[in-house]
């Protein structure tokens, strides 16, 4: 089993210190999980160079797709599931990351499971971001599962390296992490087991052409 942390955030620093929150939180979420023997990776968009103008990785012939586009959707092809890390824009979810994940189709993610992650400086981590996360994850097809995490005060909860100050509950938070987690790992294992008995896509047919694929057969009055 593997899971891509998708950080979304691009900025190279972040008040009121650096390293950046959601750099903190994605080390913190990945120890976790490898406390709990599930092997991950963190997905950090200043890893990778996108074109200057928007273009999905589907709108390239395949031989002029950017090499990181290639590269980043065959290790989200072969993720059993995702944590999607988001601060709180204007109370929605970071532009960054839905900027990346609109580089790539929806049958790169599509029945697999997700777990929405938010944090912010305020007092509700994030959680009204984490509202239009549902919509968005769904539509890209890896359904979220009903738990979320957010983390409020998400600057002063970590140190630098990813690991809660002293002055936190630590059994407290790993519980609150296991909620989500262990809903994650759950479908995970589900959905991994159901594609050996049943191609999904063969259910469900991909929509290749067009958009209108998508449209109701027009009524004949």
Known sequence: MKILIFLGSSRESTPPSPPRVGHRLSIFLQNYLKGQSI???IIDPLDYTFPSIFKPIFSFKKTEAPEDLGKLQEKILQANGYIMLSPEYN???SPTLSHLLNHFPSTAFSYKPS???TYSQGQWGG???AVQMRAFLSELGCLPVSAMLHFPHGH???TNDGVLNASEDSEKWESYLQHGVGQL???MEACQSQRK???PFELSKPFLKKPSERNAPNRKD
């Open 185 to 187: 790992s759950w479908w």
């Open 91 to 93: 109370h929605s979810m």
């Open 115 to 117: 777990l929405i992650c």
């Open 156 to 158: 002063q909860l970590l």
């Open 197 to 199: 008995v049943q191609d």
């Open 39 to 41: 092997q991950s990776e």
């Open 127 to 129: 959680a009204r971001a």
